[in-house]
């Protein structure tokens, strides 16, 4: 973020700028998707996968399934690869 390279150069008032700016934009933005809606939404995939898929070889088609029915402005895409690697994983 812009505003902790201002506070790192010793520039407050340029940072502080940047954090009003981004709390005013914020207000106008939709809500992000909690981790356990992702989780839900990951899971109904991840479930209706055909029996002996495995889930790693299909992680394109999981993710293709997944924004077709989640906006991916609403999520944290990061967040989204890493419930992935975790839903898999157990």
């Not at 991840?46 to 495995?54: F, I, K, Q, Y």
């Amino acid at each position: 973020m812009a505003a902790n390279q201002f506070t790192s150069a010793s520039r407050q008032d340029l940072a502080d700028k940047e954090n009003k700016e981004a709390h005013i934009l914020s207000q106008f933005l939709p809500p992000l998707l909690s981790e356990a809606e992702i989780d839900r939404q990951l899971s109904s995939i991840l479930s209706a996968l055909p029996v002996g898929t495995d889930p790693k070889k299909s992680q394109g088609q999981v993710y293709k399934q997944f924004y077709s029915k989640v906006d991916k402005s609403l999520v944290d895409t990061d967040l989204v690869r890493e419930r992935f690697q975790v839903l898999v994983n157990n």
